[in-house]
């Protein structure tokens, strides 16, 4: 079965690269030799090794009744959600890396996968080369799924582990990612929030079976985040990092967010440095797994393609179900009812009104005469409330793991 | 499809609970309603919640045309290899937590299961719940694999966390594992590397594609590793883990060692403390991967068992190839020509003499007139030899990641 690109960046180019070099491998493995067929592209490419692959004409994927698999690396919402789509409706199996295209449009691109018999697999899109989608859906597939918690925006993650490691302030960690070329020039989508946001948005619809929209999650990016807020973590035992995180509550309704968050220093997660992401699955059967790679890059992430390209044609007969149904309102909990653990900077704050106004709150001198407070366990809506008495310098939340 | 348990002890019973508690959530993601038809064991459960599924008879079983699947949880070689191969012959799925079994006849038994066109699945005979086998051949499929590393076995990693951050020694904290139900009264196979040797046999053999035996590795257990051995890593900015690896060499072929090895502190698999389990994973195409969670327990463990069941029932037609060929000579590297780091401790060392004879070596001055050596990279026997003449309290590799 014959494979298309559609989209020559990145990661589609690395994805040929890993096809055309790795294929006696493959082969060996798998018992399958992925054939290229044709690359979608407007731009062009003289002197490429794949250019005689190289189209610009969409029908030419479309209409070509060898090509079985086709792989969506264009990025952004359209064309991508057109092409996809008439790829679909044509039987044929569609694989993609991109998280917006999944996060909007997951549901009903499954449906239509489903309606035509083929898969739509997307491995690539969450993490980059780390395998999350199918240990989730596959592996874990006996458990009832607790809570997953992830880094997983390298960007972020580099800029927050230069803070903590090396003192340098957010703009000066954010230029040398720029340089480095682990951030773009409009950073926006990293350090707001979004990607993370979209990426989890995939996750917890997968582990819980409802389509969860990026709109509906509380998100904060890490532009807030201070050298003096690392500084406090860290005398109080904790590192910041960037969590998306979901869990399902107590009476069955998700806790979505996404904002930089206090995690113990001698946790898993606080290790995860640099580019690198990972993701902390909490099933009721396996306790926790944590599954950490590299999040991005050329072909790391045409690594979770092919693997999805393989499985594409290893079942072409035999559909994979991920249980991913339509978004249901009441799903997620209002974010001020979530059970939250904060952590807050207080300046010149009275103590003693500090323990009336948060009981079970922990006080810790911090630098400069400040009060770091860590408060027990509550509804996050009256822990805020609570605190906005005292003026806080910053409130974050505290991870449980 | 109903799905039969042979033997009741520890996983099988965890097998048979998430399976009853879970089942509602498993149709729910995947489509796929598990149900229980035997449970075989020679035992007698009493007032069990499942003793109406219980049988003595393995024919039960075998002659049961509604039982497609079948979970081996019995441990040991027979009559386990007798009863997986009678059930592969009439055309069963069989699922196994047994390692044994997989790295002594894991070829034979994917034979088998080829020549009936039905699946032999073992997620869980390595790293208990950690999804890593199936990461390893179907998400990283598209890479060539260059090494694996992992910390395997649970008791040993607990009885060597005492020791590096409670200062506890060997016996002690063995002592304490087998008080706390972690390491069996006759701890041999753990404390040994012996099942740590069989587990990386396994990952090898589906990394490599080619069978290869836990008597063909060099195996080193933890029974000789001192607190003073301990201190001393510590003093070179290392901590010291039982780690399993396998590496395909330069020249093609394969180098595989059970070890307590020098890990760098500030990497992930320093921080795998307890009775966690990690796996790292480093393919041409994906960089490292890491995979961690509990590698043993019962529930843990069923997890594994239980999703590759679903995967039996969803792949009752299509075969999950796994590419694990019977095994060649040659392939293995001798182990003295292994490219190698190593580690040492020398008492009343002449220094200007150890950089003599170890060119790129690098001595640091340990406790009680100690010179600890680091030499550079070089065939395992030459190292060895040379550190001989300096009569060395202690000798272990160091690894690179």
Chains 1, 2 share one sequence.
């Not at 619809?205 to 709109?215: R, V």
């Amino acid at each position: 079965m014959k494979v298309a690109i559609m989209g020559y960046g990145v990661v589609g180019s690395g994805v040929a690269e890993v096809i055309g070099k790795n294929a006696e491998v493959i082969a060996k493995k798998t018992g399958i030799l992925p054939e290229l067929s044709h690359i979608l592209d407007i731009r062009d490419f003289p002197g490429d090794p794949f250019a005689s692959f190289l189209t610009k004409e969409f029908a030419d994927i479309l209409e070509d009744d060898e090509t079985g698999i086709v792989v969506e690396t264009m990025g952004g919402l359209e064309p991508a959600f057109t092409f996809v789509s008439a790829c679909l409706e044509r039987g044929k199996h569609v694989v993609t890396s991109n998280k917006e295209l999944v996060a909007k449009k997951g549901d009903v691109l499954l449906a239509l996968a489903e309606k035509h018999n083929v898969n739509f697999l997307f491995e690539a899109s969450v993490g980059g080369g780390i395998p999350i989608i199918r240990p989730l859906i596959r592996c874990l597939a006996g458990n009832r799924i607790q809570e997953i918690a992830g880094i997983l925006n390298g960007t972020t993650n580099f800029i927050l582990t230069k803070m903590i490691m090396e003192d340098m302030d957010f703009a000066d960690a954010l230029a040398l990612a720029q340089k480095k070329g682990y951030a773009e020039k409009d950073p926006t989508a990293d350090v707001a929030g979004i990607d993370a946001c979209r990426k989890i948005c995939i996750l917890a619809s997968l582990a819980f079976g409802t389509h969860i929209y990026p709109d509906g999650v509380p998100t904060k990016g890490i532009t807030d985040v201070t050298l003096d807020d690392v500084k406090a973590a860290a005398a109080a035992g904790y590192v910041i990092k960037l969590i998306a995180s979901a869990k399902q509550l107590e009476n069955g309704r998700l806790a979505l967010r996404v904002s930089p968050t206090l995690v113990k220093k001698e946790s898993m997660l606080a290790g995860v440095n640099g580019v690198f992401n990972a993701c902390l699955v909490r099933g009721d059967a396996v306790g926790d797994v944590l599954l950490y790679g590299q999040g991005a890059g050329k072909l790391a992430t045409a690594s979770a393609v092919v693997g999805d390209v393989i499985d594409c044609a290893a079942h072409d007969s035999a559909r994979i179900r991920f249980g991913w149904s339509k978004a249901e309102d009441g799903v997620l909990e209002a974010p001020g009812a979530v059970p939250t653990v904060l952590f807050a900077r207080l300046k010149n704050a009275d103590k003693a009104a500090v323990a009336a106004a948060l009981p079970g709150a922990s006080c810790l001198d911090g630098e400069n005469g400040e009060t770091l407070v860590i408060t027990a366990q509550a509804p996050a809506g009256a822990l805020e409330e609570a605190l906005a008495e005292f003026h806080p310098v910053t409130v974050l939340p505290v991870a449980a793991y």
